[in-house]
């Protein structure tokens, strides 16, 4: 009850392998998951802005049809 089985020993090795393996694949991870969440808002910005210049654009369009008639 005291010792740990061979799976836990298992267990524990996957574990580290997955964080130490590699060249740095933790912080590869960390830095697509960063990249991904960046071009998400900027996604986000992106979508507000043309909803602004269409907005502005149809008040232009209006004045102008007050202005000639």
Do not use: C, N, Q, Y
Not at 4 to 30: D, N, P, Q, T, Y
Request: glycine share 16%; net charge positive; proline share 1%.
């Amino acid at each position: 009850m005291g010792s740990f089985s061979i799976w836990h020993w298992l267990i524990v090795l996957v574990v580290v392998a997955l964080l130490f393996g590699g060249r740095g694949k933790l912080s590869g991870l960390m830095g697509d998951a960063a990249k991904g969440i960046r071009a998400f808002r900027d996604g986000l910005k992106d979508e507000d802005k043309p909803a602004e210049g269409g907005a502005k654009t149809i008040a232009a369009e209006r004045e102008k049809d007050e202005a000639r008639g």
